[in-house]
């Protein structure tokens, strides 16, 4: 691939990730956090869906137990975790504490799957998590929605795991879209019996939900799909520290948000620590 072309595609999928957080904290003004989330992604799994409708479907009813399984955690886990931490936390932060995820699917791929991973990536894993403990200001009280944060990490890296061991059963572009749809309706659920619904419909949060549930959901998943497809798969996860910087730097201008300094230093410590474990990933151990 051209290195321009790669290198713009990277910039605008992370981008989209990043800017996702800051978007989504703008859209809590008029649409409740689960509310929210869920019409974002039944949205964009259903549109997903009509893209992807001559492709083979699964036929196994298990099989489509399996897809819902990773929807309950890739996109009703993840996204609810995230959109509910940021009522109390920054954009800047909630992006860091979730974009950790791949240093727990290091240690989750070692006990379930027996993966095994070199010395560098321990590091990683190591320096990462140092990180962590940094960014939540050098003391483990944590509060709701550093515990979110975290939560998201943790539940995108069960659905990596989950992933790598079903994906070959699916067309990986099948198993986007119902994913999405099937975590988009969990969500819908969640955010009209576990809160106080709350939609305010004008132009503004019209824009917002199409926003995320076209832009930072369809078109982000297929450049990062196509990208992790015609590259190396290592190396193109190890751009993924962009988008914590995208997250903190679109809460910056648009939110006027202020981060305090050892945010930014175990945020750095982080994205090192995902370089390590990503950079140096072997052909055999191609999992993040």
């Not at 504490?97 to 240093?103: A, V, W």
């Not at 939560?151 to 070959?168: C, N, P, Q, R």
């Not at 193109?236 to 520290?241: D, G």
């Amino acid at each position: 691939m051209n290195p321009l072309y790669y290198g713009l595609l990277v910039f605008i999928t992370t981008f989209l990730m990043g800017s996702s957080f800051t978007v989504g904290k703008i859209g809590l003004t008029y649409v409740s956090p689960l509310l929210l989330v869920g019409i974002r992604f039944t949205i964009a799994g259903i549109l997903m869906a009509l893209l992807v409708r001559k492709k083979p479907l699964p036929r196994l009813p298990l099989d489509w137990g399996r897809m819902f399984v990773v929807g309950l955690f890739q996109t009703a886990g993840v996204m609810g975790c995230i959109f509910l931490s940021l009522r109390t936390i920054t954009a800047g932060e909630s992006s860091i504490l979730t974009f950790s995820n791949p240093l727990m699917v290091v240690i989750l791929g070692t006990i379930f799957l027996g993966i095994r991973f070199n010395l560098i990536q321990w590091i990683g894993v190591v320096t990462g998590f140092i990180g962590v403990f940094i960014t939540l200001g050098f003391h483990l009280q944590l509060n709701i929605g550093t515990l979110l944060g975290l939560g998201a990490a943790v539940s995108w890296s069960i659905a990596t795991i989950l992933i790598k061991k079903w994906g070959i059963r699916f067309n990986i572009w099948v198993l986007t879209a119902y994913q999405m749809l099937f975590g988009g309706i969990i969500l819908l659920v969640m955010g009209v019996t576990l809160e106080t619904p709350k939609l305010i419909i004008n132009i503004t949060s019209v824009s917002i939900i199409l926003w995320l549930g076209i832009m930072a959901s369809i078109v982000q998943f297929a450049i990062w799909f196509y990208l992790l497809h015609k590259s190396d798969p290592g190396k193109t996860s190890a751009f993924l520290f962009l988008a914590p910087v995208f997250g903190v730097l679109t809460g910056w201008i648009f939110l006027n948000e202020v981060v305090d300094w050892y945010v930014y230093l175990g945020g750095l410590l982080i994205f090192i620590g995902i370089f390590l474990v990503n950079w140096t990933f072997s052909k055999k151990n191609k999992l993040l």
